[in-house]
């Protein structure tokens, strides 16, 4: 999955990839994307484990990409986030998320993430699904 261009559109302005260290990765597949994150204190517990919300919000965020990507003129956005932590992961380490696209509807798009830490062991297995939609016009006021 080409990701040159969303990351383009990511770097515009200040957001949650930016605020927790994320950084995506092309792949050959039309059907995968892959982001990696430094476990730091951006996206730490204070004893120096990486935080669940950390990792639940990098697969979500990844399956956002995704969806954008395939779904260029739409807004794709997550209604729901499931996710199981196995493993810990420590301050200094990178983890890799693998997202894989497990259906592409319409109005909804499911991915499973993978998150695994620099050893190659899975940290969490996370389903994220998103609807797709018309873009807003205008904010909500």
Not at 36 to 55: E, H, K, Y
Request: with cysteine.
């Amino acid at each position: 999955m080409d990701l040159e261009k969303i990351k383009d559109l990511i770097r515009q302005k200040p957001n949650i990839a930016d605020n927790l260290g994320m950084d995506f990765i092309s792949t050959p597949d039309d059907e995968t994307c892959v982001a990696t994150m430094l476990v730091d204190s951006r996206n730490c517990q204070p004893m120096g484990l990486l935080s669940g919300g950390a990792t639940l919000a990098l697969a979500e965020y990844m399956a956002g990409v995704g969806s954008s990507i395939l779904c260029p003129d739409r807004a794709c956005v997550g209604v729901n986030v499931s996710g199981s932590h196995v493993r810990s992961a420590f301050e200094g380490d990178t983890i890799t998320a693998t997202a894989h696209i497990v259906h592409r509807g319409r109005t909804l798009h499911v991915w499973n993430v993978t998150v695994a830490g620099s050893d190659g062991k899975t940290i969490s297995t996370v389903s994220v699904m998103n609807f797709i939609t018309d873009k807003p016009t205008e904010a909500a006021k």
